[in-house]
């Protein structure tokens, strides 16, 4: 019988929803939440859960050195064979979460590590070539099903058996290459001439050597009249009024805040701070025009250096946000900038 550990969030522990998010690392014995469900596909491939972990996706985010060093430390004297994370679906945190202790749990043990999530979970990207990623659906209205590929999976490396790739096993590529023999004994210059052949003549076929597409912005043309163009502000580096009213994610933003400047000659803290998970954030909380420079904004209009400055900045959090998210953001926000005639936007660096 093999021995499976499994992690999972505060949501799917049935602990609580948002307002549990910074609940702290815990190590249970047994299942709990989905993991029954895995521990009873499982027992169909000799396997079995005997440990759940549990930890809050803020808490992973902001205390994540801390986070991960009480899991290890927790799983020390432990055996088990594999480490199974999620299904995290498209929740940005969770995902990410997921490959932090997934990541983690790897380099430590040695073990085998198997996630899944959707293709827009920025955890994706940031840890494919970490561990084994199962292509997984966006809600988990498909639990079930992107919990038995995570288990199909477990069952090969499990048995020791290397897994097909990535296509055969429905796990994202991960950039690692192997030599392998072909049955077919074609070699490459016969394969290469003929993959030519098919693109020439219209037919399909599929290179042996992938090569990721980029989404490529061109570059704007450069203001032609500084002195009477109005400027707005924007940020990834998540400046908001200290309320959060928007409820901006410090990670993995799917929300965006727009917040009225216009009587305002610079942002003074205790009325605004950072709720950005990817820095420190004391020097921000301190000075908040260190990130969103509206006090140098106003110096520069009184000098006469440009015409006029947009009543509003704009904010959201760039962390693990995915290009997905960041394009519809921008969507909702262009039409408001150019309803007030903004001919140029300061985007701030973090």
């Known amino acids: 019988m093999k021995n499976v550990i499994c992690y999972i969030n505060q949501f799917f522990a049935g602990i609580g929803g948002e307002d549990k998010a910074d609940y702290e690392p815990e190590v249970r014995d047994g299942v709990m939440g989905p993991t029954a469900a895995i521990n009873q596909m499982l027992a169909e491939i000799d396997a079995r859960v005997t440990t759940t972990i549990i930890c809050g996706d803020n808490f992973m985010s902001t205390h994540r050195d801390e986070a991960i060093e009480r899991i290890l430390t927790a799983l020390k004297g432990r055996e088990f ?9 498209q929740a940005g945190r969770y995902g990410v979460a997921c490959g932090e202790i997934g990541k983690a ?5 040695g073990v085998p590590v198997i996630t899944s999530m ?3 979970n920025p955890g994706v990207e940031m840890f494919k070539k970490d561990m084994y990623i199962m292509m997984g659906s966006h809600s988990a209205a498909s639990m079930k099903k992107d919990a038995g590929a995570m288990v199909k999976l477990a069952d090969k490396l499990l048995k020791g058996q290397t897994p097909e790739g990535p ?3 429905g796990y994202y590529a991960r950039g690692i290459r192997h030599q392998v023999w072909r049955e077919d004994g074609v070699a490459a210059a016969d394969r290469a001439v003929d993959m030519l052949i098919a693109k020439a003549t219209g037919q399909p076929y599929q290179s042996e050597l992938i090569i990721p597409k980029k989404d490529l912005v061109p570059i704007a043309p450069a203001l032609k ?14 400046i908001v009024p200290v309320d959060n009213p928007d409820r901006i994610q410090s990670a ?3 929300r965006w805040g727009r917040y009225d400047i216009s009587k305002l000659d610079r942002l003074e803290s205790g009325e605004f701070k950072t709720i950005h998970a990817g820095f420190d954030p004391a020097a921000a909380n301190a000075d908040p025009n260190v990130i969103m420079p509206v006090d140098v ?3 520069f209009l009184n000098e006469g250096k440009y015409g006029s400055l ?5 904010s959201t959090v760039g962390t693990g946000t995915t290009q997905g998210e960041a394009r519809r953001m921008a969507k909702e926000i262009i039409p408001l900038l150019k309803e007030d005639h903004v001919d140029a936007v300061i985007m701030v660096s973090t």
Not at 81 to 89: E, K
Not at 225 to 237: S, V, W
């Open 105 to 109: 749990v790897s380099a430590k043990f």
């Open 252 to 254: 993995s933003a799917t």
């Open 167 to 169: 296509d055969a096993e």
């Open 81 to 89: 064979d594999l480490f199974l994370a999620g299904p995290a679906f």
């Open 225 to 238: 009249d500084l002195k009477h163009a109005r400027i707005a502000l924007a940020n990834t580096g998540g």
């Open 310 to 314: 947009h009543d509003y900045f704009y």
């Open 118 to 120: 959707h293709a827009e």
């Open 297 to 299: 904004m106003r110096e």
